[in-house]
């Protein structure tokens, strides 16, 4: 009988990329059970659904702002949620998602181990605002010193943010990147006249989308295509006005994700100027610039120092001088249909080192390990 892998994550999981990648490599060697929001993932053994009514970020207030830290994780409603679910159940690998399920995995006591797969550097996700920095990153902490401590390996999405975790809780997590799974696409002819430029993710303020639509209306030639998550309604309604102003702007419904890379592949340059309005933000390596790659584009990022790393390592785009809208508008009318169509042939050599296949190989080695117990 193969191994039981138990996979924890407080995500929509048909919905998740990185949850679906870990699915898709494990599913075939182990017994997977996933653990989540929405209906079963495809080809999972079996699965528990968290209703959707457990918000998993609702800790108690009054708990968590008299560092009741042990209580407020007890009582949350997706922790709870889960706990009820798998009563009675025994585990032997348990792969958990994000800190906030370190410690239900701790409380599975899995017969073989643990990995933890730590999306991001927690303590600062969202250190722009008070309130997080005053009340929820000291609660963070705590996990970090009591749960991340305590398992049997752990991976990140940077380099960067894997060396902030050595330094300050005393392991190394490996480095999995965001990468998208390898497409069987090739570049698409780049049109003289008219540089069609896209931009796929969240609806965030804290994107500061509205320096790619400055950058875009002082550029003549430049379309952009946006495909957004509506994950923020004020700034979803401030970009479709933006749009109904500017033809050369154009807001789209977002795109399963499986249909997504073949969608930007009839684009020349994906863009995404990420300031860095918290620390996760400065050192972001995030799933759309792998998208565009795979895609076959080139791509534009600001100077946020994983991202322009590995597009001057594999020549694949263009690194802006900052994060403003004039510095963007320079790097788009300096570029020409040659120098487009050099990044667009560079993303196609560099599609198969960058892709989920090759990156992913730490987490196969991670459940490898504990499994052979």
Known sequence: MSTRLTLLSFSQLRSDARILKQIELFRDDYRVTTVGYGEAPDGVADHVRIPDEAVAWRYDRALVVARQWRRAYATNPAIGAARAALTGSTHEVVFANDI???????????????????????????????????????????????????????????????????????????VVTNAAPYAELTPQPVA?????????GAALANRRLEVVLDAVDATPGAELDLYLTPNDAEVMTAIARRARTNPRIRLHDPVPYRELITTLNGYDLGVHILAPTNYNNRYALPNKLFDYVQARLGVIVGPSPEMAAVVRTHGVGVVTEDFTADALARALRDLTADRVTGYKAAAHAAARALSAEEQILPWRRAVESIAAR
Not at 134 to 162: K, M
Not at 192 to 200: M, N
């Open 192 to 200: 003289p006249a008219t540089l069609r430029i896209v931009h796929a």
């Open 100 to 174: 906030d399920t370190a410690g239900l995995a701790l409380e599975l006591s899995p017969s073989k181990g643990i990995h933890l797969d730590l999306h991001e550097f927690a303590p600062l996700q969202h250190d722009e605002m008070l309130r997080f920095r005053l009340f929820v990153a000291p609660f963070l902490r705590w996990q970090l010193r009591r749960f991340a401590t305590r398992v049997d390996s752990t991976t990140t999405v940077g380099g960067e943010i894997a060396r902030r975790y050595q330094r300050e809780y005393g392991f190394l997590p490996e």
